[in-house]
C-alpha cells in the first residue's frame, strides 16, 4: 500500500485528526533516498518495538527487494532484535507522536527500507524518532481509540 509522506492517515478511509503517513513505500512510486543521522536507526528500531500499534493478522512482503533484483528466500518475513525481543516486520504500524502533539504512522517494514534500500523519511518523521520514547506512550492505544472514536463520531461518512 502506498501513501505519500506527510499525507492524512487514514483508517479505512476515515483520516484521523494529527496523523500523517510516513514510509508507506512500494515499487512503483520513487522514494527519497539519503543517510539519516548516525543515531536514527537505532531509534527507528527502538520505536519499532514500544510504538507499535495495529497489529495485523498476516504481513507483507518488501516489495522494493523484488524491484532492486535481491533473492527472496519463499515467503518468509522479514524479522529483527531490538532489546532481545524479536520483532516482525511487515506485520504492524509504528506510530511516533512528535513534540508538537503530531503523530506519524509508518508501516513497521520502514526499519527495512531505513537499513536496508536507503529510505530516508521527511526530517520532522526523524526529528520526532530521535525523541526518547515517552514513558506513558501506548501507541496501540492511541490507534485504538482514534480509530473508535473516528467511526463512533462519525460512523457514516
Request: charged share 20%; glycine share 6%; with cysteine.
Amino acid at each position: 500500500m502506498y501513501f505519500d509522506d506527510l499525507t492524512p492517515y487514514a483508517y479505512l478511509q476515515k483520516p484521523l485528526p494529527r496523523v500523517f503517513n510516513v514510509g508507506w513505500l512500494d515499487d512503483c512510486h520513487p522514494i527519497n533516498r539519503g543517510t539519516p543521522p548516525p543515531a536514527f536507526a537505532d531509534a527507528l528500531r527502538k520505536w519499532s518495538l514500544h510504538g507499535k500499534a495495529n497489529q495485523m493478522r498476516g504481513f507483507q512482503l518488501c516489495r522494493l527487494c523484488r524491484l532492486e533484483g535481491r533473492q527472496l528466500e519463499g515467503y518468509q518475513q522479514i524479522e529483527i532484535t531490538v532489546e532481545g525481543q524479536k520483532v516482525y516486520l511487515g506485520s504492524a504500524e509504528i506510530w511516533v507522536p512528535s513534540s508538537d502533539g503530531t503523530i506519524f504512522a509508518a508501516p513497521n517494514l520502514i526499519v527495512h527500507y531505513v537499513e536496508d534500500h536507503s529510505y530516508l523519511p521527511p526530517s520532522r518523521f526523524i526529528d520526532a524518532v530521535l525523541r526518547p520514547v515517552p514513558a506513558d506512550w501506548n501507541a496501540a492505544a492511541t490507534a485504538e481509540s482514534m480509530i473508535r472514536e473516528t467511526f463512533v463520531r462519525n460512523p457514516h461518512s
